[in-house]
C-alpha cells in the first residue's frame, strides 16, 4: 500500500494535502518519492529556519537520542536548563517554561495572563486579542484568535476575550479596561496576510497594558528565531512585551514550543498549575540549544538580511513585470508577502508542479517563508520558476 493510500485510510483529513510525499531533504531542496527536486520557499511553514537536516542540528539530535530521550519534569534536564539559559540571555526573558507547539505555548500564556489577572482582582481575566489573528487551534488558542472560521462549529469560545482593529490604538481603547488581563499580538500576522506591527501601535500597546496593569503578550510563534531578521520580532520594534511564546524553528523541525516571561508573570506558575509530559525534554531542547547557538554565532544575520533584502527586490520586481496582477510586497525580513489581485491557491498548485513550494494566506496573499540559509542563487531560481509560471497561468 503506497503513502498516499494510507494517508486517506488511516489518518483524519485534517489537512487538504497535495499529492506529494517527501523522503528526504537538504538545505533548502526536499525531494519526492520519484526523485523530483522542490525549492522549499516555505520551510515546513516557517520551521525549519536552517534548513532541512541542518548538519549540527541533526548532529546533535542523533547523538541526545543514543544518550538520553525523556525521563519527565519529576527531574533536572541539562539540554532544557541550557537553552532555557539561552533564551533568557538573548531576550528581555527571566524564566521559560517548555511545552510541545505554537498552540500549546499561547495556551499556556493566556492560563498565566488569567491566573496573573484574577489573584490581583478577581474580575480581572479579560483577554484583548485581535481580528485577523492566529494564535492556535485549542480552545483558548482558537478563542482569541481573529477568524471566527477557526471556532466556528466549536462553541462556546473562552469567555472574555475582546477583539480590537489591528494596528489601530483607538479601537484597543474601546475594549480595554481594568478587568484586561493581557493583550496578545503578533508583531506580524502570519495567516492574516503577512501583516507589521507598526511601531507606533506596538508602543501604544506597552503604554496601555502598562497603564491597566495587564501583560502585553507577543505571540512569536511565527516570527521568532530568526525568522524577521532578527532572533525575534520585537527587537526590531524597541518594545519589550511581558511574555513571549514560540515554537515552530525553535527545534528546526523537532516539536517544541515555550513561554518566556519576565517580573511578576515569571513567577506566576507555581507547581501543579500547569505542566506538560513531554514539554522540554531531552531531545527537544537539545535540537534548541544548537539552533540558538547556529543563529547567535556573529555574522549570521547579517547574510540573513542581505538575501531578504535581496529576495525583497526580487518579489517588487515581479510587481513591476506583471502589472495588474499584484498590488505590492509586504512583510520583514525572511517572512514576506506578494499581495496578488487575485485568489492565489491555485497559483501555489502551479508552483509546486513546477518545483517551488509557497503557500497562499488570506485568499490572496503569496506567502514566502524559505530557510534563513537560502542563497541568491537559490532566490534567482524561485523566482525565475514564479516568472515562467505566472506567464502561463490566466489566474486573475
Known amino acids: 500500500m503506497e503513502t498516499f493510500e494510507k494517508t486517506e485510510k488511516f489518518v483524519m483529513r485534517t489537512y487538504n494535502r497535495y499529492p506529494v510525499s517527501f523522503v528526504r531533504g537538504e538545505g533548502c531542496w526536499l525531494y519526492d518519492e520519484s526523485g523530483k527536486k522542490y525549492l522549499d520557499m516555505l520551510a515546513g511553514i516557517a520551521v525549519c529556519n536552517l534548513g532541512h537536516c541542518h548538519p549540527r542540528v541533526s548532529e546533535a539530535i542523533c547523538e541526545q537520542a543514543k544518550t538520553l530521550i525523556h525521563t ?141 496593569n495587564a501583560l502585553l503578550i507577543f505571540d512569536e510563534v511565527q516570527t521568532g528565531i530568526g525568522r524577521t531578521g532578527r532572533l525575534f ?80 527586490k526580487g518579489l517588487e520586481s515581479i510587481v513591476e513585470e506583471f502589472p495588474g496582477r499584484f498590488e505590492a510586497v509586504r512583510g520583514l525580513g525572511m517572512m514576506l508577502g506578494l499581495v496578488c489581485r487575485f485568489e492565489c491557491g491555485e497559483l501555489v498548485g502551479k508552483l509546486l508542479e513546477a518545483g517551488v513550494i509557497v503557500n497562499c494566506t488570506a485568499g490572496r496573499v503569496l506567502r514566502f517563508l524559505p530557510p534563513l540559509v537560502i542563497t541568491e542563487e537559490e532566490v534567482d531560481y524561485g523566482l525565475s520558476v514564479l516568472r515562467e509560471v505566472l506567464r502561463g497561468y490566466g489566474g486573475r
Open 72 to 212: 519527565s519534569n519529576l527531574f533536572h534536564i541539562g539540554p532544557q536548563a541550557e537553552l532555557a539559559r539561552l533564551l533568557c540571555e538573548n531576550s528581555f526573558g527571566e524564566k521559560v517554561f517548555f511545552c510541545n507547539s505554537g498552540a500549546e505555548a499561547n495556551e499556556g500564556a493566556i492560563k498565566l495572563a488569567r491566573r496573573y489577572g484574577t489573584e490581583l482582582n478577581p474580575e480581572k481575566y479579560e483577554i484583548v486579542a485581535f481580528k485577523n489573528s492566529f494564535h492556535g487551534r485549542t480552545v483558548a488558542s482558537v478563542s482569541v484568535t481573529g477568524q471566527g472560521k477557526y471556532s466556528q462549529g466549536f462553541g462556546p469560545m473562552l469567555e472574555g476575550v475582546k477583539f480590537a482593529e489591528f494596528n489601530n490604538l483607538e479601537s484597543v481603547e474601546e475594549v480595554v479596561s481594568e478587568r484586561t488581563a493581557a493583550i496578545i499580538v503578533e508583531p506580524v500576522q502570519g495567516e492574516g496576510g503577512v501583516v507589521p506591527a507598526e511601531p507606533d501601535f506596538l508602543k501604544g500597546l506597552r503604554e496601555i497594558a502598562d497603564r491597566v
Open 233 to 312: 520580532a520585537y527587537q526590531h520594534y524597541g518594545v519589550e512585551p511581558d511574555v513571549m511564546t514560540l515554537a515552530k524553528a525553535l527545534g528546526n523541525g523537532v516539536p517544541i514550543g515555550a513561554v518566556v516571561a519576565k517580573g511578576r508573570a515569571a513567577g506566576v506558575l507555581k507547581p501543579g498549575l500547569h505542566a506538560s509530559t513531554f514539554g522540554g525534554n531531552f531531545l527537544s531542547t537539545r535540537a534548541g540549544v544548537e539552533v540558538l547557538k547556529v543563529m547567535t554565532a556573529p555574522g549570521f544575520f547579517d547574510r540573513v538580511n542581505a538575501v531578504a533584502a535581496y529576495l525583497r
